[in-house]
């Protein structure tokens, strides 16, 4: 499909831009443009793709997403390599889950190639926005959403797809260093036959509850534990999880359909394996966690996804008291696997899986 492009009149100025990209802190700052895209069942579909400025959008008040929050969203990074060109990480692999997510939320396919096309144009209309902040990175975030204006529950026969950018640089405040996170026992996250696979802005409007419970309680993350038996560890609100043993073997909760199937998890067992390390994907229990954190079996435990890359565990609180993982601060095979896999992304590392899109 071919794109209209619509400049922006009045870009944001070159030392305005300058300043905001060289502390931008996480997503506060927006680049100059965004792509917009529509559906129509009546239309045959997607149609009419634009590169146009980033601007409010019109929504008629019984837009269907207001009142049945049929959304679904992306987040991925575009990266500055040593020749200077950017590149991207598995976007393929955001495209197909971008549709995964779309069929839990009964929405219409988005085509791969038309996914991909967007972030193309919007990355070379705006890749002066890319931070100068050390370790920074061109945040993507596609969303779709339902316009249809109707109050009647079904799937709405009108979308908008939505891409718009942001320049970052580290998500946690003060760095890499190991968290500190809450065990809720008052919420979960995802049932089974629920939403707990897509990436729907619904899952994270139920964790800031208990995201604030956890920020009462001196933590900087919840990890969910299954709603079942509220027993076995799952994922953190927007991270999963890996569990590092002192015999060389990790562990990872399976997919099981109330775990997000994150891409950095994904990378992470494959880049584990080729170093030997034996991965299984299998349930722990939070008392299985605390036991083996107490005998010193395990090592370490990461939180891994696109916005914090990998991060060490350090601590795990709940309403029976705190464990401390290791030393309490940042294992090895963190720091291994967050160079391995910043080093790929970056361009500094070989690509032998050709995850790397260059543009
Ligand atoms: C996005 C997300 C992740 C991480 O996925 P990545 O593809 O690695 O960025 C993990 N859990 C949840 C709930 C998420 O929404």
């Known amino acids: 499909m071919e794109f209209t492009?619509?400049?922006?009149?009045?870009?944001?100025?070159?030392?305005?831009?300058?300043?905001?990209?060289?502390?931008?802190?996480?997503?506060?700052?927006?680049?100059?443009?965004?792509?917009?895209?529509?559906?129509?069942?009546?239309?045959?579909?997607?149609?009419?793709?634009?590169?146009?400025?980033?601007?409010?959008?019109?929504?008629?008040?019984?837009?269907?997403?207001?009142?049945?929050?049929?959304e679904i969203f992306e987040g991925m990074k575009a990266y500055r390599h040593p020749d200077g060109r950017l590149a991207?990480?598995?976007?393929?692999?955001?495209?197909?889950?971008?549709?995964?997510?779309?069929?839990?939320?009964?929405?219409?396919?988005?085509?791969?190639?038309?996914?991909?096309?967007?972030?193309?144009?919007?990355?070379?209309?705006?890749?002066?926005?890319?931070?100068t902040a050390e370790g920074g990175s061109l945040y993507l975030r596609p969303f779709m959403f339902a316009t249809e204006a109707f109050l009647g529950v079904r799937p709405a026969r009108k979308y908008t797809y939505l891409l718009i950018a942001s320049p970052v640089g580290g998500y946690f405040k003060g760095g890499s260093r190991a968290v500190k996170i809450w065990a809720s026992r008052n919420y979960t996250r995802a049932a089974p036959g629920g939403t707990g696979a897509a990436k729907t802005g619904g899952n994270y409007a139920a964790s800031l509850v208990p995201q604030a419970e956890g920020i009462e309680n001196g933590c900087d993350q919840v990890v969910f534990l299954d709603a079942v038996e509220k027993k076995w560890v799952e994922e953190l609100g927007g991270m999963n999880l890996f569990f590092a043993f002192e015999d060389g073997s990790v562990i990872t909760p399976p997919l099981t359909g109330t775990i997000l199937p994150g891409i950095t998890r994904d990378s992470l067992i494959q880049l584990m394996r080729e170093e030997g390390l034996q991965v299984r994907e299998e349930p722990y229990s939070i008392d299985q966690w605390r036991a083996d954190a107490t005998t010193g079996a395990l090592l370490e435990t990461m939180a891994c996804g696109t916005a914090a890359v990998v991060t060490a565990v350090g601590t795990v609180?709940?309403?029976?008291?705190?464990?401390?993982?290791?030393?309490?601060?940042?294992?090895?095979?963190?720091?291994k696997l967050r160079n391995r896999l910043t080093g790929i992304q970056r361009g500094t590392e070989p690509d032998p899986h050709g995850w790397v899109m260059k543009l």
């Not at 996480?26 to 917009?36: E, K, N, S, Y």
């Not at 609180?317 to 720091?335: R, V, W």
Request: negative net charge; aromatic residues 8%; charged residues 20%.
């Open 5 to 70: 492009h619509k400049p922006h009149p009045a870009p944001v100025p070159g030392e305005t831009r300058a300043q905001a990209i060289a502390d931008p802190g996480f997503g506060t700052v927006f680049t100059d443009h965004m792509v917009r895209i529509d559906y129509d069942e009546d239309q045959g579909g997607w149609h009419s793709p634009t590169l146009c400025p980033r601007e409010p959008i019109a929504l008629d008040p019984a837009a269907a997403v207001l009142h049945y929050a049929q």
């Open 88 to 131: 991207l990480f598995r976007p393929d692999a955001n495209a197909a889950r971008f549709n995964q997510s779309a069929e839990r939320m009964a929405m219409p396919h988005l085509p791969e190639d038309l996914f991909i096309d967007s972030l193309r144009h919007l990355l070379d209309a705006d890749g002066d926005w890319f931070p």
């Open 317 to 335: 609180a709940g309403p029976d008291g705190e464990f401390a993982i290791g030393s309490g601060g940042e294992g090895q095979l963190t720091t």
